[in-house]
């Protein structure tokens, strides 16, 4: 079964912290892997795409990396800021057009 | 075009009850996405349809389900004989076909209370 975890929960930070949100997934023949970002009672919005022949992505104070062969993805954030609480969600297709299947998400917290 | 736009953004209906969700995705997106959101999980796939035509559907859509979605524009979603179970987050997204480099771009859902 192609599944998807991710490691913590919930994580709870004081301002300024560089922090490292994980994502695993069961099926390590992926198409691409896609972090997203989900305010509370709100959609989703999306961060990073990784294609399944990339490393990493980056885009400002986010990084994402890939490790396909291993299952893993993570996603580091740098210098943390209270504005960046909110859920965050790995999600992974397995061929193109495909529906996503997601992690269950972490909840984040950064304290001011 | 300001992106994927659902309606409504909450719904509340007694068990037993018809309701119908819509989603207008993004025009030049000819794929579109359905799925379920409960509380303190990830989303879940429902169905999935390339222009008009629905290819995919989750087992998690029971007979009580359909979705449509007529000339390949916006898409809608019923529940008939609502159950509490119903309720959740449904959630529409759409992409670009051949859009290897672009994500799918999701809409602010429609909150679904069943009481």
């Known amino acids: 079964k192609q599944e998807v975890t991710q490691i913590p929960a919930a994580l709870s930070v004081p301002e300024g912290e560089n922090l490292v949100l994980n994502c695993s997934f069961t099926d390590s023949a992926i198409y691409n892997l896609q972090w997203f970002r989900q305010d509370p009672g709100k959609g989703l919005t999306s961060l990073l795409l990784?294609?399944?022949?990339?490393r990493e992505q980056t885009s400002g104070r986010l990084n994402a990396s890939l490790d396909k062969s291993s299952g893993r993805s993570t996603l580091y954030i740098a210098a943390s800021q209270p504005g960046d609480s909110a859920t965050y969600l790995c999600?992974?297709?397995?061929?193109?057009?495909?529906?996503?299947?997601f992690g269950q998400g972490t909840e984040l917290s950064v304290k001011p | 075009d300001t992106g994927v736009s659902q309606d409504p953004r909450h719904k509340i209906t007694k068990r037993g009850q018809n309701v119908t969700f819509r989603c207008d995705p993004i025009?030049?997106?000819?794929?579109l996405y359905w799925y379920r959101q409960t509380l303190g999980q990830g989303p879940e796939f429902l169905t999935y349809f390339q222009n008009e035509a629905q290819l995919e559907k989750s087992r998690l859509l029971s007979d009580r389900f359909s979705a449509e979605r007529p000339k390949g524009s916006f898409s809608t979603l019923e529940i008939q004989r609502t159950e509490q179970g119903d309720s959740a987050m449904y959630l529409c997204?759409?992409?670009?076909?051949?859009?290897?480099?672009?994500?799918?771009?999701f809409g602010s859902g429609t909150r679904l209370t069943v009481v």
């Open positions: 997204a759409s992409r670009p076909q051949g859009g290897d480099n672009y994500g799918y771009t």
């Open positions: 025009s030049e997106h000819n794929r």
């Open positions: 990784i294609q399944s022949s990339q």
């Open positions: 999600a992974v297709t397995y061929n193109q057009g495909g529906k996503l299947i």
